[in-house]
């Protein structure tokens, strides 16, 4: 009798640490579980940042080849006018006026457009670290960069239309030598350097070319890093999901292990 009573309790201490372990066990289950929960979360708001990037750097790069497009325009105009002569002093002069209002807006836009996203790159990291911070800040001032890279690529659009008044001078053989001029100041805000001599070496730095230029490597090194940024959330991510399934199958066995144990006691 005190033999059965000692396989007994030996038994029902064997239960009690396997439940024990069951117990355990589920923690860890709900460890990982909470961990997988968070990371997919913040996964997914990465991978907004990374569409935002995305936007971002193709609207850059717009902005960019646009501007090219606008240096070689002024190119092909000075070269078409340079033969012909000087004329019409007041067309001239307003189209000097024009294009120079217009590259004084274009300049701070250019930069309101790289304090911006500046900002915003900070907010996304300090996020990453604090995620405190508002959400809808970071909404904001995405918003407000997308906004900024509207107005700017509007504005080379009216650069362009200035451009397309100009090259009808051209026709007039009294304007042709005005043109030049004024191409070649234009050629000179946005290329930064004189078109008879161009040299890149002698490039202003706050140029319109420059700025773009700039504002392009910005946005590709944003996109970048919001890239590697998903990248290693990913990374966590399938090694939390790898330990919460091995975390589940360790479970399992237990809570087979403790089912059986239960039956069997109740079996003797």
Known sequence: MKRRIAVTERKKAELDSLALQVLDAQQE???FQSIVDGLTAKLATFQGYLSYA???RTNALNNLNLVNQVVQNYLDLMNNSSTAFYGIADAGKW???LSMQI???MNKLIYSSEVI???AALVIRKKALNPLISDELVSVLNTAGTDANNAVALTLVALQSVYASQASNTESEAAAALEYYEAMNVYEFIAGTNAVVIDASTQKPDCLQKLLSDAYK???EYYNEM???CQNISEDLNNAQQS???AQISLQSLQLGLAAGNAAALAS
Request: neutral net charge; glycine residues 0%; proline residues 0%.
């Open 29 to 31: 289950v709900d460890q």
């Open 54 to 56: 995305e936007t971002n």
């Open 117 to 119: 996203n500046r900002l």
């Open 95 to 97: 189209s000097r006026t």
């Open 218 to 220: 910005n946005a590709v």
């Open 227 to 229: 890239y590697t940024a």
């Open 103 to 105: 590259s004084r807006v």
């Open 244 to 246: 919460l399934s091995e």
